[in-house]
């Protein structure tokens, strides 16, 4: 991985490997068996300035997985997704499963429901956009990988820099419009697998509606917060701008952040790896490989509650529901419920 262990007079108990000319790090000297409150406030200090963090060979359990993501904030948790009759494949309720692994502990077939559903992991996305409250952290673990070479890394995109670097007149257009995406799990599920969820309406359930231009609290940043979970923009009160005007809008923005220059590629190279990033300023996305059909690749995400004063947008009072295609689709003609009920976003 590209990036030289360097000192920064900020970071007394780790140390930095960049991995990026403008964010990501990699972390050394994280110990997460016992970790004292100094380190972990120079882990948040770091969060903040790279937005996205690497720990290798974490050592990390379940509970300890768990208990750590607790120690940053409140967590989202899978029980709203659970179905009669559904199997968990470990204890934490905390715990979303984000890799490619069924209820009998093999890879799904790749042409599966499940693995259609899973195709709008590839495009470039925030976690919980589609909720009232959105995430802050998200932490994904690896606890088994495939063979080296054959896929599974994760990208990650820079908006923070992107905004800094967008177009003058687009950033004051921006600013004084003030715009709303509305956005919905339904949009990614059928932007990724089209032909498969052709009777997918993303209409069909309430969309949570966030500012996409917003201040990065932690670092007084200001951030393009984008995501394929977003269906159409508004305006500042809510109304739906022409459709032409709003694609045409929001392609513009994304192609921007998602550049080559604004993109990092983490590869996963042992079992208790961990990567960190802050979905309030970088977006990620899966992308696949080889692997599929072939190998397990059974990675696990703690999720974290934002707590910034824009955490719930435009959405306060409302819940966040679970995810049930069999419900969404009324007449049950392509799709099923995922595998697994924790199988929600990577």
Known sequence: MPGLLTPDQNFHTITIKKLHPSYGAEVVGADFQNMSDE?????KAAMTKYGVLVFRKTGMSDAQHVDFSYRIGDLDNIRRYLTNGRKMRYSHYELFDAGNVDEEENPIDPDSPRAHYNKGN????VDS???????SWSLLRAVKLPPPGMGGETEFADSRTAWDELDPD????LLERDLVGAHTLLHSRKLGSPAFFADLDPD????MRHKIVQTHEPSGRTNLYLSTHCHHLETSDCVPLPADESAALFKRLLDHVTQAKYIMSIDWLNEGDMVAWDNTCVMHRATGGSYEGKYVRDVRRTTVHDDSSTAWGLNAGQEARGFNLQKVLADGKKAEVPASPAQVEV
């Open 122 to 125: 590839a495009l470039f996305h």
């Open 39 to 43: 380190q972990f406030q120079e882990i």
């Open 204 to 207: 069909s359930q309430p969309m």
């Open 170 to 173: 687009l950033k004051k257009e």
């Open 129 to 135: 956009s589609f909720n009232p409250r959105r995430a």
